[in-house]
């Protein structure tokens, strides 16, 4: 078994600087390289600066005022680097150390020589250095520390206001020559470095958006003003199959379909004159290795390009081209699949309304000679069965005709035909005739028939036959589905510029699952084998279908077992370009009684 090995000392310390960069900075890896070459750069610096200290003292002897605030200056960047290393922003520690590195070092000139002084000299670096944080705005005021501390410097030289040079050994002579040769170097390392990270980084996104290009299943074309093609992606082989040569210039505009030309080039025109993105539509002609041909559809989707960066070329737009053929059959089969089924809705309903109107004429007749049997205008009848019998068969006619009617106004509404006729006309009459109507029905069920209207409602501009054919289906429907002993309520309310019409009962009332399908036709609740009311469930499709010719809209709430409230909301005056009528109030007429069923028949 192999024995541990301990990290060299080289690696600890590498670890260890690494250590000391802020983690945000871990998935930006050249503004890492930059936090960690100024870490290290000023950290070891002034180390090496304080290192320097026993040495200066052992060859230089006592220092005074004038070596302790050159020293401070030099060690100044290990505090600035471990501000920088806990988070602090790097371009406030750059402007900091490049502060107190032109103040060190003119601090520095202006003892030993003013202009001759070789600290003088290490000025350049400080701007240098600074360009390192990759920021313009930190160099620039970078050079302006250097430049006014070499006017400073150079103008009391000029002047005579420098202090005789301080006279020291050799150390004391070689010491800012030594300093700034090694802090030239390290900035040497650290631009050398920088470089090789850009030249890595720049290497891997090449590598990334290479791969990306040859397996991306889009053609990325650029063009020039001319549309013709300057680069093309290897897509174009496994869309087109043909080279990516081929395409190039005008290859691909030899392929387009002389039909959708015009629409090409307008797209990259577009594009390329008026700088806007453009999408198009068009067929190209490829051919396979037996000569024979087919047609692609290509969608390309194109944009401008900034014509004034040199790195794109002759290049003007870029446009990405994908293949959208199966798109364009499904589109087909969608818009025949349609047609299809709009021509047999069609069928259907030219179907139903001649059917409807075959059967309204024997129906009336069934239904006229049935009265005239119940009322016995041709002798009395013998025996009490036929009477039954001849009510039933009244009853039955009557509910069939009534069948009929509602499919022929379901066809009507279908197929756009169904006139509707506003004119403007009180609403409470209409109100009152329908429970009139009703009154008799409800009767022979046991049911009362209650009105809940507001003493004063507004006129409302709509088709009267319409809406009067929906009170009835509403009504029929509740006294229908309600047993004896209940109760089914008309009314009418004003909401806003809509007033809502309500019938509400205190029959079986629906599930609510089923009150998302009601209003379809041939459709209803209770739609079982072995269910206790009779009917087509057309009444409500109706309802629904006369409610949207009228720009309204139709509600049901429903409880099972409690009952049902189905409410139609009409706007008192439409908007479908009919003549504008003010409304105006109405008073509620007094209720008349309903007719007996001898006055009625009579």
């Known amino acids: 078994m192999n024995a541990y090995r301990h990290p060299s000392p080289v690696a600890r310390l590498a670890r260890f600087v690494d250590g000391l960069v802020p983690a945000r900075l871990a998935d930006d890896r050249l503004e890492w390289r930059r936090h960690r070459a100024f870490i290290v750069a000023n950290l070891f610096a002034g180390l090496a600066a304080l290192g320097l200290v026993p040495l200066w003292l052992a060859f230089a002897g006592p220092t005074g005022v004038v070596e302790t605030v050159a020293l401070l200056g030099l060690v100044a960047p290990a505090p600035v680097a471990l501000w920088v290393s806990h988070g602090g922003s790097l371009r406030d520690g750059q402007l900091l150390a490049s502060a107190l590195a032109a103040f060190a070092l003119a601090w520095i000139a202006f003892f030993t020589g003013g202009v001759a002084s070789p600290a003088l000299i290490a000025l350049g670096v400080v701007p240098m250095e600074a360009a390192l944080s990759g920021r313009r705005d930190v160099t620039r005021v970078a050079f302006g520390f250097a430049l006014v501390a070499f006017v400073a410097i150079a103008g009391l030289d000029l002047a005579g206001r420098l202090p005789s040079p301080i006279v020291g050994g ?51 074309t650029g063009h020039a003003a001319d549309g013709s093609i300057v680069f093309v992606t290897p897509a174009a082989e496994r869309v087109l199959g043909v080279q990516s040569d081929a395409i190039r ?228 429907n509740a006294v229908k589905f309600t047993d004896r002993n209940g109760v089914v309520t008309l009314g009418a309310r004003r909401e806003g510029d809509h007033v809502a019409v309500f019938v509400r009962d205190t029959g079986i009332g629906i599930a609510e699952k089923d009150i998302a399908r009601l209003g379809t036709p041939f459709v209803q609740a209770d739609s079982g084998y072995d269910r206790r009311h009779e009917g087509t469930g ?24 409690e009952g049902t409230c189905v409410t139609v909301r009409l706007p008192l005056v439409p908007d479908q370009g009919h003549a504008r009528v003010e409304p105006r109030v109405v008073g509620l007429p007094a209720p008349s009684a309903p007719r007996p069923l001898e006055q009625k028949r009579a």
């Open 538 to 561: 057309l009444g409500l499709s109706v309802v629904k279908g006369l409610t949207r010719l009228h720009g309204g809209a139709m509600s049901i709430e429903s409880r099972l077992g």
């Open 170 to 220: 050799v150390a004391a002579r070689l010491a800012a020559p030594a300093l700034a040769m090694l802090y030239a170097g390290a900035l040497a390392l650290r631009m050398e470095l920088l470089a090789r990270t850009g030249d890595e980084i720049a290497r891997r996104r090449g590598d990334h958006f290479r791969l990306v290009a040859e397996n991306i299943s889009d053609i990325v």
């Open 249 to 476: 210039g005008d290859g691909l505009f030899r392929m387009v379909h002389v039909g959708d030309r015009p629409a090409y080039l307008t797209a990259l025109s577009d594009a390329a004159s008026r700088g806007r993105s453009a999408t198009v539509e068009f067929r190209v002609r490829v051919d396979d290795a037996t000569g024979r041909h087919r047609w692609l559809w290509l969608e390309l989707s194109c944009r401008p390009l900034d014509d004034r960066d040199p790195l794109v070329g002759a290049a003007q737009v870029v446009a990405v081209t994908r293949d959208v053929t199966e798109r364009k059959a499904q589109e087909a089969e969608l818009l025949a699949a349609r047609e299809a089924a709009e021509e047999a809705s069609f069928a259907k309903t030219r179907f139903l309304a001649n059917v409807s109107h075959e059967l309204r004429t024997p129906l009336n007749a069934i239904i006229g000679f049935s009265e005239m049997l119940s009322a016995e205008i041709f002798g009395p009848l013998g025996d009490p069965r036929q009477r039954e019998y001849v009510e039933l068969i009244h009853e039955s006619g009557r509910h069939l005709l009534q069948v009929v009617n509602d499919i022929l106004d379901m066809s009507k509404i279908e197929s756009g035909t169904f006139d509707v006729v506003p004119e403007p006309f009180d609403l409470l009459p209409l109100l009152d005739s329908v429970r009139q109507m009703m009154s008799l029905q409800a009767g022979e069920r046991g049911l009362r028939i209650e009105v809940e209207t507001a003493d004063r409602l507004p006129e409302i501009v709509a088709d009267r036959r319409a809406c009067k054919q929906i009170l009835i289906n509403l009504m029929s």
